[in-house]
């Protein structure tokens, strides 16, 4: 049977937490009560209602609770690359957003750090899989000014780190917050400075922002799929073959069906599709249920495998790497 290599380009570090391990920190730092049971937490992470899509944010804060430290960035991170290692993923970005991590003390630099190692270790032992870590910028507030310090040492540390575990930087968290055009400085930075980027747009209703991501020249767009809005967005990003990071099950836990969601439609104008999981943990997936999702949508196998090579020549991976793994993943899907 034929089958397709696993890549993935959009994979959150703390929406992808082992919840029991999660449960045990919570525990251990007083985050929860001493007594609360498993099931009590599974209950505060899954359902809790928030009363809109920004304020459904504080699971991720949840998240970072536990990993604050170098100790849990480094195990968290270790144990997510064990566990897609597991699941026969080669190549995977990992990104989380250093800027949530100092909440203990933790410097941005030791935060990155922290990941970067844990990471590493895990290479190590794993012979089998790549892993890179990308560090997002964070809208936050309803300006860009409320966090700038912030989003610009993000920038300066990823030039120190481009290439020693760090591949490239992201802007993630609610998209809609400010104007999305006041992120444009930190990316012509990052354009000067050569550091690889991909903008979280079109995820949150608004089609204009995938537009005004792609006037920040980034090298991927963070889903993207609101282009389908407008005649002209979907034209631009077909025209520039821009490659979009789709996360079907995560956006479809928005209460969208999945044959409602755009794929099939991006897949047959001709967009450059990658699939992705963005929460593993949140979205209760893995990228080969990601495939199988897709499958049963009716999406062909060879087109499965084609996303596969488009995330390949997506990645931020050196072009040594990926020669390397679209050998590997040539031979996988024979
Ligand atoms: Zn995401």
Request: proline letters at 2%; aromatic letters at 6%.
């Amino acid at each position: 049977m034929k089958q397709t290599a696993l890549v993935d380009l959009h994979l959150h570090l703390d929406g992808s937490l082992d919840l029991r391990w999660a449960y045990q920190r919570s525990k251990d730092l007083g985050i929860i009560a001493e007594d609360a049971t498993y099931e009590d937490y599974y209950k505060i992470v899954f359902e809790t209602k928030y009363k809109n899509r920004e304020d459904g944010f504080q699971k991720f804060a949840l998240m970072c609770d536990v990993l604050q430290s170098r100790e849990d960035l480094f195990s968290a991170t270790y144990d997510l690359v064990q566990r897609l290692n597991e699941q026969g993923l080669i190549y995977a970005e990992i990104r989380f957003a250093s800027q949530q991590h100092t909440l203990g003390g933790l410097s941005q630099k030791e935060a990155l750090e922290a990941v970067i190692a844990g990471a590493k270790r895990a290479m190590e032992e794993l012979p089998e899989i790549h892993v890179g870590i990308i560090d997002a910028l964070m809208h936050k507030g309803n300006s860009a000014s409320v966090n700038h310090e912030e989003n610009l040492l993000t920038v300066m540390n990823a030039k120190e780190f481009l290439g020693n575990g760090l591949v490239g930087i992201d802007l993630a968290g609610y998209e809609n917050n400010c104007d999305f055009r006041e992120y444009a400085p930190y990316f012509k930075k990052a354009e000067e400075l050569g550091i690889p980027y991909t903008i979280h747009a079109g995820e949150m209703g608004i089609g204009e922002h995938v537009l005004q991501a792609l006037e920040m020249h980034p090298q991927r767009i963070g889903h993207g799929i609101d282009c389908v809005q407008k005649e002209e967005i979907l034209s631009e990003v077909i025209k520039t073959q821009i490659p979009l990071e789709i996360c079907l099950t995560s956006n479809c836990r928005h209460k969208l069906p999945y044959m409602q969601h755009p794929i099939r439609e991006l897949l047959k104008k001709g967009a450059c599709v990658t699939v992705n999981t963005d929460n593993m943990t949140f979205s209760r997936t893995s990228l080969a249920n990601e495939h199988d999702q897709l499958r049963l949508m009716g999406v062909p196998e060879e087109v499965l495998q084609q996303c596969t090579r488009n995330a390949i020549l997506a990645s931020f991976a050196s072009e040594e790497l990926k020669e390397e793994l679209l050998d590997r993943a040539e031979r996988i899907m024979e």
